[in-house]
């Protein structure tokens, strides 16, 4: 924590950048997303024709590639501080996803995916194996997610470290998906299982 302080303490400029992250995601109405394209192009490195709604979070910048055409509605989250997150041109995220490569891996969302509200994708996962120690204390394993093209993912869906969803599959609602999915599937329930193909 100390060495935190004392990083935003000697580069006040990090700390001019944080602060802005976090203000304009309040601006609301047309003004609020112009500004919000504008500032997410710059911190991205480059001009992309992606939509950001309101109260939405970025962590690890650098590591998060957004192609032409992305949109993220409010409320959602991307944390990439040690992974990796590629989103595929016109991918669309629904209000209050969370899509965390924080501790490790990478998740890759192919073309025009649709993403349903309050998804969860999350590379890593907790250690538990050693039962005389707090899992807690027992670190993290982390794995790829990779979802091709023309996937739907609807609400409330939960999606693992090591899951690889096929190109036209949809995966049901409140389903938690944690081992393949083949193409043009429909997998629904926890764990999720294919019911029929498409």
Request: charged share 15%; net charge positive.
């Amino acid at each position: 924590m100390l060495n935190i302080i004392k990083f935003l303490l000697f580069n006040p400029f990090i700390e001019l950048i944080i602060w802005i992250d976090y203000f304009i995601n309040f601006i609301p109405g047309k003004i609020g997303k112009i500004i919000r394209i504008l500032w997410f192009s710059i911190r991205f490195k480059k001009i992309l024709k992606v939509i950001i709604d309101t109260n939405c979070e970025f962590k690890g910048l650098k590591n998060i590639f957004f192609a032409n055409g992305v949109g993220i509605s409010k409320n959602c989250s991307f944390y990439a501080e040690q992974g990796n997150i590629y989103v595929s041109e016109g991918t669309a995220f629904n209000s209050g996803c969370h899509i965390n490569a924080s501790i490790g891996g990478a998740i890759k969302i192919g073309k025009k995916c649709p993403i349903g509200p309050n998804v969860v994708m999350r590379t890593a996962s907790h250690n538990y194996e050693k039962v005389d120690k707090f899992i807690q204390d027992q670190g993290h394993k982390y794995a790829d997610i990779n979802i091709a093209d023309n996937c739907w993912i609807a609400a409330n869906v939960i999606i693992v470290g090591g899951v690889n969803i096929g190109s036209g599959s949809v995966i049901g609602a409140n389903s938690v998906v944690t081992k393949n999915i083949p193409s043009n599937s429909v997998a629904v329930g926890i764990p999720a299982e294919v019911i029929k193909n498409r």
